[in-house]
């Protein structure tokens, strides 16, 4: 620590001042460039379906899309993530509508790249917990998830959506080895430009409900994620995580949740030099909506928190808020 003075010589309040002062100084700043929305999808025609667990987000079918789609290009923001509201009539034990390539996610990634070329970025989650009868991320049997025969799934479903036009394929699963296997296929299947971004550090948390209640998984959901999500008491262990999908090819890393693991943020920025995302949950965003609809905290808490993740490391950070705040960042 260099002490460049001592009081009364050195004042740092000084520098805080006045407004312009203060934009002169600050040392991080939160711009739409920053943000990633998600998107929720549903079959059906026009419809917008309200989110019980999530205070004005919204389930959007295809033919409505341009609704939301349309706002996120024209503030600007870099990506959307897609998640889809899957029919129970579609699930099964082995999740297999994630690989029909006429699913709902599928024609709503072509729907977008077609309308609005390369405007937008597209990502995609890749698990199988929107389409398996028992709400996991990978195959279960007798009571447990399989691995390796999860990966093989998950590496179909990143091709499919890759053909499709996704952007950035987002292996939100956390089985071992599926980064290495994914970036193997999409090499030898000329999509050698298609971005991997890991959710390489996720931890099996309870902010991820209204999440849930939003795809549709969270009755169906058997027991826990704790046998492949990653246990929040941890924090060294994400090291390990992030090195290891580094080695298999990932461009991006994620870490999600978001603002109780802001110093998963910072060490894994500190210690790899490759662009870290942070996600900022459901949970988290229901909680902020809560206090601030009945008053408890006002609208301001948003930016102070987002400003959080990027002081905290992060490039950038998925939030449900990125609609509703661009414009205050402009
Ligand atoms: C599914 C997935 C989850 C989220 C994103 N992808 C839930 C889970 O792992 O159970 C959570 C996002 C949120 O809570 O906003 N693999």
Redesign the pocket.
């Known amino acids: 620590m260099i002490i460049t003075g001592k009081y009364p010589n050195l004042r740092l309040r000084r520098n805080r001042n006045s407004d312009w002062s203060r934009r002169l100084v600050r040392e991080n700043t939160l711009s739409v460039n920053d943000l990633i929305l998600?998107i929720f999808l549903v079959e059906g025609k026009n419809k917008k379906q309200s989110i019980k667990s999530m205070p004005e987000i919204y389930r959007y079918s295809i033919d409505r899309l341009s609704e939301v789609v349309d706002k996120a290009v024209s503030n600007r923001i870099p990506m959307v993530a897609l998640f889809p509201y899957t029919n129970s009539k579609l699930k099964n034990n082995n999740g297999t509508e994630s690989l029909n390539e006429d699913n709902l996610v599928c024609r709503a990634i072509q729907y977008i790249k077609k309308k609005y070329k390369n405007s937008i970025g597209i990502m995609c989650?890749v698990?199988l917990?929107p389409y398996t009868s028992h709400g996991h991320?990978g195959l279960l049997h007798k009571g447990k998830i399989l691995n390796d025969e999860t990966v093989e799934i998950l590496v179909k479903q990143s091709l499919l959506q890759a053909q499709m036009g996704c952007d950035v394929i987002s292996p939100?699963?956390m089985m071992d080895g599926r980064i290495g296997e994914i970036r193997k296929s999409l090499d030898k299947n000329k999509f050698k430009n298609v971005q991997i971004l890991s959710y390489a550090v996720k931890f099996a948390s309870s902010?991820?409900g209204?999440?849930?209640n939003a795809v549709g998984s969270n009755s169906l959901l058997k027991g826990d994620?704790k046998t492949y999500?990653m246990d929040y008491s941890n924090n060294l262990e994400s090291l390990r995580e992030v090195a290891l999908d580094i080695k298999e090819g990932a461009d991006m890393v994620m870490v999600k949740p978001g603002m109780p693991y802001l110093d998963i943020i910072r060490m894994v920025k500190d210690n790899f030099k490759i662009p870290v995302l942070a996600?900022q949950?459901?949970?988290e965003y229901s909680l902020i909506c809560n206090g601030i609809n009945k008053g408890i905290v006002d609208k301001s808490t948003i930016i102070e928190i987002l400003t959080g993740f990027k002081r905290a490391g992060a490039n950038a950070v998925v939030t449900y808020f990125a609609n509703k705040i661009a414009k205050n960042l402009k």
Request: aromatic fraction near 22%; proline fraction near 11%.
């Open positions: 998600p989650d698990a917990d991320d939100s699963d902010f991820y209204p999440f849930r994620k999500q996600y949950v459901s949970g």
